[in-house]
């Protein structure tokens, strides 16, 4: 953690990790914004931040993918090695010796 001085009072540049650590601690405090600073050298616009930012993480988590079932098929006529049918209804072929980083991009963006 690196600190600088800033008009006679120092800066402390917290982690994600941390900074989520402080807002869970200040919510189980019971404490007023004000005095859980004081105790803890915050300042209150950071403290808003970043409880701001926790209660989105707490209240949105981030979803672990969907495992969907697979079938397989007869091979297709057009050639393809590989079709995805995605849950969307679209469809997704790609040939052998394709690029693996780029499908999963265009994943991601169908979804």
């Known amino acids: 953690m690196s600190e600088k ?13 941390e900074g989520d650590r402080l807002a869970a601690e200040y919510e189980a405090s019971g ?28 209240t949105q988590p981030e979803q672990a993918p969907e495992w969907i079932g697979v079938e397989v098929a007869t091979p ?15 469809r997704i072929e790609v040939k052998r010796g394709f690029d693996v980083g780029l499908l999963r991009q265009l994943v991601a963006v169908l979804e």
């Open 5 to 17: 001085e800033t008009e006679g009072r120092k800066q402390r540049h917290r982690s994600r990790a």
């Open 31 to 58: 404490l007023s914004r004000k005095l859980f600073c004081e105790q803890n050298g915050l300042g209150l616009n950071t403290l808003a931040s970043y409880v701001t930012r926790y209660r989105k993480r707490v």
């Open 76 to 90: 297709s006529t057009t050639g393809s090695e590989l079709t995805l049918l995605l849950t969307s209804g679209r």
